[in-house]
T-cell receptor
Framework: GNSVTQMEGPVTLSEEAFLTINCTYTATGYPSLFWYVQYPGEGLQLLLKATKADDKGSNKGFEATYRKETTSFHLEKGSVQVSDSAVYFCALLIKAAGNKLTFGGGTRVLVKP | EAGVVQSPRYKIIEKKQPVAFWCNPISGHNTLYWYRQNLGQGPELLIRYENEEAVDDSQLPKDRFSAERLKGVDSTLKIQPAELGDSAVYLC??????????????FGPGTRLTVL
């Protein structure tokens, strides 16, 4: 089956620190990969995505590269802000499997001033 | 443009009671999804609609859960009777659907259900 594993949180950082959240996946097929973010009290928002191997998704200073050889899609940001405090979800989608998003368990990130 | 609208935002009920959630997707979005998010976990798909047709309900516990999308727009998800283990956040999402590349899912804020 399809599954996503991401590092457990919480991850606590100081402002301007470097953030990495690891994400690996298993999939029967060729998935598209996503990072969603959930700010406190809000719904899930798409942060970035990549649809094929070696693609790099980027948005708001966050980046993730689709690594087929290591089945990974790690999220990085070079300098975090307090406003980046949220829960981050890695997810995969296989169109042939009906566009169902399969999510990881989420990683809570807390950025302190 | 309005996003996905869900109501209520919060619901507290006693076990064995019925409960219903409502979702209004983004205008023009043909595909609608219901997910359940347990505390500390990622969302899991319950059912997916293409217009008014439920095309994937394999994860919907059909003994107590039901859903409908009668006119291919709004949708309701019902639980009857609710059990303690149904406490979760119920998320609705929508996407344009149809042609390839129109599958980005937009999520509503969710309904947080607490069953006592």
């Amino acid at each position: 089956g399809n599954s996503v594993t991401q590092m457990e949180g919480p991850v606590t950082l100081s402002e301007e620190a470097f953030l990495t959240i690891n994400c690996t996946y298993t999939a029967t097929g060729y998935p598209s990969l996503f990072w969603y973010v959930q700010y406190p009290g809000e719904g899930l928002q798409l942060l970035l995505k990549a649809t094929k191997a070696d693609d790099k998704g980027s948005n708001k200073g966050f980046e993730a590269t689709y690594r087929k050889e290591t089945t990974s899609f790690h999220l990085e940001k070079g300098s975090v802000q307090v406003s980046d405090s949220a829960v981050y979800f890695c997810a995969l989608l296989i169109k042939a499997a009906g566009n169902k998003l399969t999510f990881g368990g989420g990683t809570r990130v807390l950025v302190k001033p | 443009e309005a996003g996905v609208v869900q109501s209520p935002r919060y619901k507290i009920i006693e076990k064995k009671q019925p409960v219903a959630f409502w979702c209004n997707p983004i205008s023009g979005h043909n595909t609608l999804y219901w997910y359940r998010q347990n505390l500390g976990q990622g969302p899991e798909l319950l059912i997916r609609y293409e217009n008014e047709e439920a095309v994937d309900d394999s994860q919907l516990p059909k003994d107590r859960f039901s859903a409908e999308r009668l006119k291919g727009v709004d949708s309701t998800l019902k639980i009857q009777p609710a059990e303690l283990g149904d406490s979760a956040v119920y998320l609705c999402a929508s996407s344009l659907g149809g042609l390839a590349g129109r599958d980005e899912q937009f999520f509503g804020p969710g309904t947080r259900l607490t069953v006592l």
